[in-house]
């Protein structure tokens, strides 16, 4: 779907789109101080870049269409605001590991995340958070 450059979006069309959806709650995250998750974005100086911000054409134009209805918008860098070289879709597992409280182990050069490692292990990721609890790094989580 072409996106003309007019600023009324419900007007011509963008509400239906699901994009718009992401682009009005990320809009509402950063500068409505009422908004729930507020306090983890404006309020911790997350904005959106001045072409997002101003108008969702823009924001369409540099990410273009979802890929699927199960993905989301993500910050590559969490200390960084919203913008087209910072933001991907990714699926809601991806965005999921990409928190600030993620821990990440690296074993043999590769780093992943405690989950991930869990499953190539196929260790109970409660196990080796118990065993990380307890002292234990690296590869000897997962043994």
Known sequence: MALKGNKHA????YAHLPEYRVW???????????????KY????GVVMSKPW????????????????KDHQ????RND????ASNCKWVTRLENMSNR???VRI???GVTKTMKEWSALYNINYETAKSRRRAGLKGKKIFE
């Open 100 to 102: 600030r409280n993620t």
């Open 106 to 108: 690296r074993i043999d």
């Open 53 to 68: 911000k101003e108008a969702f054409e823009n924001f369409y134009t540099d990410m273009g269409p979802r890929p699927s």
């Open 24 to 38: 009005l709650a990320m809009k509402s995250r950063c500068y409505n101080v009422t908004a729930k998750d507020y």
């Open 10 to 13: 419900l007007k011509h069309g």
């Open 80 to 83: 960084r605001g919203y913008s």
């Open 73 to 76: 918008i993500d910050r590559t």
């Open 41 to 44: 974005y404006g309020a911790k």
